[in-house]
């Protein structure tokens, strides 16, 4: 049944208007770089339907709280309103959600996105196992914030969100659901409401020209155990669109937006099996414009072949992005990769040979973490000589087997736990992160401002700190690869005043 079908079926239960927010991200360096698609393919689903979309794009905006206090205040009819987030986004949804339940009691919130979907895939794990571990707090926690919250995917759920009676949770990740998206469905959907948000306002570039994000298809089959999701049916499953559908998506943002460039947010490129035939039909499209492209995008390092790399470069890759994450077997093993350094190293040189430059996206803190391990990773990355790279310290998210199967680790207090990979014993220790209020875990900056949450039997969290810095540092001098300080802050300050007019980087409205 296609997502219009359901949509008659319950239209007269639905709003004619719901207000959508994508949250401010005070974690990235510039928020905005790179749209959130999952919230804005749910507003091209309800514009489809015949419903009235607000959108509210907070990202980069630092005084969001004054924006909603404005939207609220003005827009008295709206009570529906639709979060997405993602965990390092929690402490600003919640901020945000206390804002709209302050000012309109009456307002019905909708919480979707990956945090939902990542503790829901926890918490049935801990029911299924009679389990009373971090998961059921957590989902406690995100059932007070929202009146109902969707797990999965979210285009046909979002109807039943909107009923008068909807559930607590509407659960869109169990395979059997009709509200879990098929290949077909998936090609059926409308494309990302990109209209809906001040696309000139974000500027991402590869090679020089503008570029903006596209995601050809969902899911990704392997287990990696730092890896969200692992649990979730949504993003465990290969979902993929027709050849046709993702061309007709390029096209159709080239001829609206005039960009060149285009980066796949998927997973893994190539656990398509028709990367081939998409690459070629690409270049296709390109030479039926007379237009030239280019690409970027994420490949898994065991399946990239020199036919892939081929076809790649003639569509307009120049860079692929790649997580090696290791340079130390042990590592590989504990983390349940399913790639080997030999297969690492083979497919920099597959790329190299195809004049395609990498981003390797390494990462440490992971279990049996040492000395050792870490400075494996120094040498291979000074071996393979990538074009540039990623060194992260692992965040134990839920939803991850890091995070999903941990226990208490009492010999540490009671704010530490421990995850044990089962094949070789390895473990690592975790700092239990209050989600919902804190988010200064994400990441860092190259200048030093990593945090460690986790730490291993032999490296303490400042260790792996200095030992991440010093990695950074010593393999960018020896390979002559900069920091990349053009992604200097960038943020926004929202003052309306009470003028009555929103700035158009913040609030779109569909004309349905």
Known sequence: ???????NMVREKLPKRVCLIIPEASFLLDARVFMTLGILKIAAVLEKAGLQVDMIDLSGIRNFTEVIRDYVRMKTDVIHFGLTSTTPQLPTVKSIIGQIRALRPEARIILGGPHVTLVSAAFK????????????????????????????????????????????????DELNSSMFLTNSILTELPFPARHLVDVGSYHYTIDGVKALSIIAQLGCPFACGFCGGRESNMLRKIRTRTTENIV???????KTSGCLGFMFYDDELNVNPNIVAL???????????GVEWRLR????????????????????????????????EDILTAINKKSTRAQNSRCMEIAKRHG???KAL????????????VRASKEWLLEVRPDDFDMSIITCYPGTPYYDQAIRAPQFGDNIWVYTYPPTGARLYQVAVDYEEVADYYKGDPNGGYKAYVFSDTLSADDLVRERNELEASVRNSLGISFNQSAAAVSYEHSMGQTGCFPENILKQSSV
Not at 147 to 166: N, S
Not at 279 to 289: C, E, F, G, K, V
């Open 1 to 7: 049944m296609n997502t219009l079908a359901v949509c």
């Open 125 to 172: 794990r801990e029911q299924r196992l009679g389990l009373n571990g971090r998961a059921i707090s957590a989902m406690k926690g995100l059932e007070s914030l929202a009146d109902t919250l969707v797990a999965g995917d979210g285009e046909i759920a979002v109807f039943r969100a909107l009923e008068a009676d909807a559930p607590k949770i509407v659960d869109a």
């Open 248 to 254: 007709a998506e390029m096209v159709h943002m080239y």
């Open 279 to 289: 690459m070629s039909a690409i270049t296709d499209a390109q030479r039926n414009l």
């Open 297 to 328: 995008g994420f490949v898994k390092s065991q399946l990239f072949t020199d036919e892939q790399a081929s076809v790649m470069y003639r569509a307009g890759f120049r860079w692929i992005l790649v997580g090696f994450e290791s340079g130390s």
């Open 356 to 358: 395609l430059k990498v």
């Open 362 to 373: 390494m990462s440490m803190g992971h279990p049996g973490e040492t000395l050792e391990t």
